[in-house]
């Protein structure tokens, strides 16, 4: 497995759209190397013959009726929007059309 590196953490937070500072790199960069250390022992497990689990607590499933029920209409909706323009809600622009390259 490769290093993990105060740069690997940069690369990763730059890909979430995080910003760390040097204290938080320096506390995150082992964190992350001893998490996929461990994910790495995981993967050298031998599972032949181990059934699948997809949980672990034995519930029932509830059901329900799905019975309908009376929403609100748009116009009530749209009462409480801060922001809107020929009948949707208008949203700040989070992606820049420049940052799709």
């Not at 937070?13 to 082992?30: H, I, M, N, V, Y």
């Not at 699948?52 to 519930?59: K, P």
């Not at 499933?61 to 809600?89: A, H, I, L, Y």
């Amino acid at each position: 497995m490769e290093k993990v590196t105060n740069d690997t953490i940069k690369h990763v937070a730059a890909l979430a759209q995080l910003e760390f500072s040097e204290e938080e790199l320096a506390k995150f960069t082992p964190q992350m190397g001893k998490i996929l250390e461990m994910a790495e022992e995981l993967q050298a497990v031998d599972t032949t013959g181990v059934e699948e689990t997809v949980q672990v607590v034995d519930r029932d499933t509830v059901f329900r009726e799905d019975v309908p029920e009376k929403w609100q209409t748009r116009e009530e909706m749209m009462k409480n929007v801060p922001d809107k323009s020929n009948g949707f809600v208008k949203v700040p622009v989070i992606i820049d059309k420049d940052d799709n390259q």
